[in-house]
DNA sequence: TCGTGATATGATAAAGTCATCAAATCACGA
DNA sequence: TCGTGATTTGATGACTTTATCATATCACGA
């Protein structure tokens, strides 16, 4: 059992660990392939990914220590699958929640948009 | 606006970073104190995560910095708030996930209990 | 057993984050 | 203006993560 998973860590601690593995843009992306498609082989995430093998494997590995997936080796494949139904879940409220920031970032945007320009010092 | 909320990114990136400002103990604490209560000053703070001010600060500055949170001055004390209730529900996603992950962790330590001690070899 | 495809692991320099102290800034009353 | 409380920012060494290449391991057919 990974030591983040200890009954005596603070879930505030545990959370900020699950977080980190999801801290980086391939792993990110190797997750939301597999929001949409149960069961993916590491062929098929190479090509969707566009990485180099081992480059991948090393994010796979943080994905699997942070059991946010689950790997099966079949013959020389090896297929991944999210290890949580939840997982899905926390991509999809950070979608919406990037949505908003956006949105209201954009209107902010547009609003300062609209100031009259700096007038230049003349020194 | 922050570099990362650049209509070219993709949204796995995004989302990466969203999580890298998600990523330390001292910021989830934050972020759930305010999921409490709906504005909280420094001060509180500052007593509830037992940090020094300036350690505070540096992080609350990261949570600003990722469209987490916002600031509002009044007089010599600042107050804190969620920058959208999007936030929140992050946080309970979160928690649900690690739910889970803690009672599979768990059953699977109960089920390797029950093996025979490892023979000790003589040698 | 050997060769090959598929994948994981090891190693390490560079980049990024964290912890912590020093200094600066803001607000306000005397 | 000065002193003080509250808070932020700057600086920097320690620590962690990332990027990338080398190597090892697993599976399988010849």
Redesign the pocket.
């Known amino acids: 059992m990974d030591q983040y998973f200890d009954a005596q860590r603070p879930l505030y601690e545990v959370k900020a660990n699950l977080f ?1 593995g999801l ?2 843009p ?1 792993r990110v992306s190797v997750l939301e392939v597999l929001t949409r498609k149960a069961e993916v ?3 098929e995430l ?1 090509t969707s990914t566009g990485l ?4 991948l ?2 994010h ?3 994905l699997r220590r942070h059991n946010l997936v689950v ?1 099966e ?1 079949r ?4 297929f991944y699958r999210l290890a949580y139904p939840q997982v899905a879940d926390l991509l999809r409220v950070a979608r919406s929640l990037l949505v908003e920031i956006l949105q209201t970032t954009h209107e902010q945007l547009a609003t300062s948009a609209g100031l009259p320009e700096l007038v230049q010092d003349p020194s």
Chains 1, 2 share one sequence.
Do not use: D, N
């Open positions: 980190k801290s980086h391939i082989s590491v062929t190479l180099e093998s081992s480059h494997s090393q796979l590995s943080v790997a080796r013959g020389s494949q090896v």
